[in-house]
């Protein structure tokens, strides 16, 4: 049974430090994995998709990096800014279906 | 396109009652997703649709959850008889092609069961 794992469960950084949050998953048969944003009282928000055959994509200040050999993804984000501030969670498809970490809590101070 | 619509935003009921989640996705999406939120649990598949046909519904705790699609539009979470376990919140999500697109989520049912 896939799992997936996230570290840090929470993190706290000055604004415009660069961070990194990370992912693990236990079986590499994935179509594809994925970084979301979660606000508040809010859904998830499609930051950046990997397909299994990428092994990168980066959005304006977001990098992603898949390893499937290795069963991990990095989230490496620029300049951190207050906006940025909410639960980040990752996502592994084994097939047609989802299976999320628990999510990282960041908290970008002024 | 105005994303994937839920409702209710928030349902509070008594344990016993049969509680209604509703969903619309986005229009051209062949997938639908149901997925439950909860602090102990993080965010569980519940069951998935493809062309409004149930194709993976092994997440559904049990039979007091059902879950139907009757058109491309819509769909229903239907839970009888309610439990307080059951309170959590319910997302609903949709894909145009899950390999290779992005999900999308709606903004999630607030479930109470008092």
């Known amino acids: 049974k896939q799992e997936v794992t996230q570290i840090p469960a929470a993190l706290s950084v000055p604004e415009g430090e660069n961070l990194v949050l990370n992912c693990s998953f236990t079986?590499?048969?994935?179509?594809?994995l994925q970084w979301f944003r979660q606000d508040p009282g809010k859904g998830l928000t499609s930051l950046l998709l990997?397909?299994?055959?990428?092994r990168e994509q980066t959005s304006g200040r977001l990098n992603a990096s898949l390893d499937k050999s290795s069963g991990r993804s990095t989230l490496y984000i620029a300049a951190s800014q207050p906006g940025d501030s909410a639960t980040y969670l990752c996502?592994?498809?084994?097939?047609?279906?989802?299976?999320f970490g628990a999510g990282t809590r960041l908290t970008v101070k002024p | 396109d105005a994303g994937v619509i839920q409702s209710p935003r928030h349902e509070v009921t008594e344990m016993g009652q049969e509680v209604t989640l509703r969903c619309k996705p986005i229009?051209?999406?062949?997938?639908l997703f149901w997925y439950r939120q909860t602090m102990m649990r993080g965010l569980e598949l519940l069951i998935y649709?493809?062309?409004?046909?149930?194709?993976?519904d092994s997440g559904m705790p049990e039979d007091r959850f059902s879950a139907k699609m009757p058109n491309a539009s819509f769909s229903t979470l239907k839970i009888q008889p309610s439990e307080p376990r059951d309170s959590a919140v319910y997302f609903c999500?949709?894909?145009?092609?899950?390999?290779?697109?992005?999900?999308?989520f709606g903004d999630g049912t607030r479930l109470s069961i008092l």
């Open positions: 999500a949709s894909s145009s092609r899950p390999e290779g697109q992005p999900q999308h």
């Open positions: 079986d590499s048969a994935i179509y594809n």
């Open positions: 990997i397909q299994s055959s990428q």
């Open positions: 996502a592994v498809s084994p097939s047609n279906d989802m299976r």
């Open positions: 229009s051209g999406h062949d997938y």
């Open positions: 649709f493809n062309n409004n046909v149930p194709i993976d």
